[in-house]
């Protein structure tokens, strides 16, 4: 009668297991993706995984990153925002190299007083040298609920979008002259961080502490993406993966009614654009703003 029992809770363990890596591969899992690289307790993993939460207070603001390096791929992450007052705090979002002259494409999300808006804050560096800002307000509240933002990275563009809205597009222009980030691997990183020397009104408005603790919380993390892993990708010629995976997003491109989309958010959306800004640019402006059909 004694093996029954066991034979039971063996049988239980197994079905235990098989269910939840069937979990863990088809959305995405915080203990298995990221590592909580600072904040000293402030950042939590919740829920078995699904759950990731920032905060911010007087001492410390804390952040992750992704444990896999990636070259190239369709990142998507659900983000709720810093509710409330949360004038002065930055949450940022990128893809980042650790070269010196590094790659990076980033989103950063800068707060507000309650009921005034967020601005989301875009740059993209190739090389270690940025200057590319972009800056929009949302059309909805995106402290209210969770919305998806999305990086797609192959090697003709990067396309960031909100809720599957393309807010901004940076076309590879190395045919004439201007460097694009093809060849080094990027981690997803992520941090909420006080900032309100320049963040909110340009650094009018302070961060109200008796507001913190400040929280941003994320969840169903998704990488359609080639991962980099001892030199090699997992979208290579010799990869078993690259034969069974659909990766149409590696030549991806906006159709016509996204590009509109994406047109709607500039003309009702867009408050700033490094582009149209030439006395940033004493020397005349970046390539990659005269070339026709950019910005
Ligand atoms: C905050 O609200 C003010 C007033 O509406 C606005 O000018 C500003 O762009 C908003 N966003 C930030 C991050 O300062
Ligand atoms: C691959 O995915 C794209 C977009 O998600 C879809 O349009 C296409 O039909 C898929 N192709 C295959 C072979 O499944």
Redesign the pocket.
């Known amino acids: 009668m004694a093996s029954f029992p066991s034979f039971c809770y063996i049988a239980l363990l197994i079905s235990a297991a098989l269910v939840s890596s069937a979990v863990i591969s088809s959305a995405g899992n915080f203990y298995q993706d990221f590592d909580i690289t600072w904040g000293d307790g402030r950042a939590k993993i919740l829920n078995n995984g699904e759950i990731l939460t920032l905060s911010l207070d007087k001492a410390s603001g804390s952040g992750f990153n992704s444990k896999s390096e990636y070259l190239f791929g369709k990142i998507d992450m659900q983000i709720k925002l810093v509710p409330g007052n949360s ?1 002065g705090t930055v949450t940022a979002y990128y893809l980042r190299s650790e070269e010196a002259l590094w790659d990076e494409i980033d989103f950063e999300f ?4 309650s009921g ?4 989301v804050h875009t740059n993209v560096f190739s090389q270690g040298k940025g200057n590319r800002e972009q800056q929009f ?1 949302l059309w909805f509240d995106p402290t209210a609920d969770f919305h998806t933002y999305s990086v797609l990275w192959n090697p003709q563009r990067i396309i960031f979008s909100v809720d599957g809205t393309p807010i901004r597009e940076f076309k590879n222009l190395e045919s004439i002259g201007v460097p694009f980030p093809k060849s080094q691997p990027m981690k997803i990183h992520s941090s909420l961080w006080n900032a309100d020397d320049w ?4 650094g009018l ?1 302070k961060t109200d502490w008796t507001q913190a603790p400040f929280t941003a919380s994320y969840k169903n993390f998704n990488a359609n993406a080639c991962v980099w892993s001892s030199g090699s990708s997992s979208c290579g010629p010799n990869s078993p993966s690259t034969s069974g995976s659909n990766n149409s997003w590696l030549s991806e491109e906006l159709d016509s009614a996204s590009q509109e989309r994406l047109n709607w958010v500039h003309k009702n959306y867009m ?1 700033y654009n490094y582009c149209v800004d030439p006395k940033r640019f004493p020397q005349g402006l970046p390539p990659e703003c005269t070339a026709t059909g950019t910005t």
Not at 110 to 113: D, E, S, V
Not at 199 to 202: F, S, V
């Open positions: 004038a800068l707060g507000n007083l005034e808006p967020y601005i307000y963040a909110t009104r340009g408005v408050i």
